[in-house]
């Protein structure tokens, strides 16, 4: 190990982990997600550990419908995830200690060929996840989930899925064209990539396009949890809800930023009123602790309509607990939040 990394970076369980932040500014050091180390700095050092959990960017937006942007969202959650610390309270876990964690940098997508664009992810996936890392990917727009599931199903079979959402995004074609970041779920539907007893949106709400597509949602096997009824049921409940649909299968979990209330994301292609917060969003993904999920992605963030990095914080979190969820592994005990034990004190 080279003595000035050592110094610089965190090390815990043999694990190479974030740039100190007692001897690195915050807003100083490498431009990784939670500047984590990079894959090829890992192997390239000839260190012996590999990535457990690899930390991949897309930056394509060539299957949006409406605004456009998302091409940049993986290095904006990137810069807005500075501020994360290695320890995470809310699941009791030290994430990068308890799993060797690194950042791979972008997939170079071709911005003018989406099914070109999809092969390459889908291969990318592959190759990152041939020595058995787990992959949170950060977008780009939704398209890119469909060939993250292929990647996935052909390891583990068809996927238990859980699609965090204000859309269904399980419609047909735009404009005749059947590859779009409306239609990645039903693509992977129609393609066998799904268990089609274990899926289910959450966070939905808006106008559709008529009662067709709750029919044709239906029909892939998808259960509906609202924005609504996240209000009304509160996220126990919902947890508790998921939980029991998805039980032990190996389980892919999609957030599109946009199921978070404008008000908290306002930074994405496809805003809707009436969103959850983004506590409630990450209060239902650390109910998944133990549950075995095999892989994720984040996407949809689209930097030119943040502000003041609102979206790209949000998103960063959410990283941050989908790879808490990873480290920590199935079967590991649900909840124990650190937080509010008496006389505990945190600090910047």
Avoid at 165 to 193: N, S, V
Avoid at 230 to 244: H, I, K, M, N
Avoid at 323 to 344: F, K, Q, R
Wanted: proline share 7%; aromatic share 6%; hydrophobic share 45%.
């Amino acid at each position: 190990m080279n003595p000035e990394r050592e110094i610089e970076r965190v090390i815990e369980n043999d694990n190479v982990g974030p740039v100190n932040a007692a001897l690195v500014p915050r807003y100083a050091g490498p431009a990784t997600f939670a500047r984590l180390p990079r894959l090829d700095e890992l192997t390239g050092a000839g260190a012996e550990a590999k990535a457990d959990i690899v930390v991949v960017g897309v930056p394509f937006d060539t299957g949006v419908s409406y605004r456009p942007g998302a091409r940049f969202g993986a290095n904006h959650v990137r810069e807005s995830s500075r501020l994360l610390r290695p320890f995470n309270p809310a699941q009791n876990v030290s994430p990068f200690a308890a799993a060797q964690v690194a950042d791979a940098g972008d997939v170079a997508v071709n911005p003018f060929d989406i099914e070109a664009a999809l092969g390459t992810v889908d291969e990318a996936a592959t190759a990152l996840m041939a020595d058995g890392a787990r992959l949170v990917t950060i977008g780009g727009d939704h398209t890119i989930a469909l060939p993250l599931l292929r990647a996935n199903a052909r390891r583990h079979g068809p996927v238990a899925l859980l699609h965090f959402d204000a859309h269904l995004d399980t419609w047909d074609t735009y404009f005749g064209a059947a590859y779009t970041h409306g239609t990645p779920f039903r693509r992977a539907f129609e393609e066998g990539l799904l268990d089609t007893d274990a899926l289910c949106h959450v966070g939905t709400r808006g106008p559709l396009y008529g009662t067709a597509d709750l029919a044709d949602d239906a029909r892939f096997g998808f259960g509906i949890v609202t924005s609504t009824d996240v209000f009304r049921l509160g996220v126990d409940a919902v947890v508790t809800l998921l939980r029991e649909r998805v039980g032990d299968r190996p389980l892919y979990v999609s957030v599109d930023i946009d199921v978070l209330d404008p008000a908290h994301a306002p930074g994405t292609g496809t805003p809707e009123a009436g969103g959850m917060t983004s506590r409630e969003l990450l209060e239902i993904l650390r109910g998944l602790r133990g549950m075995n999920l095999i892989g994720a992605d984040v996407v949809e963030v689209s930097p030119p309509y943040d502000h003041a990095e609102l979206t790209g914080i949000a998103a960063a979190h959410v990283v941050y607990d989908l790879i808490s969820v990873l480290a920590l592994g199935a079967g590991a005990a649900p909840g124990g939040p650190a937080y509010g034990e008496a006389g505990t004190t945190y600090g910047n």
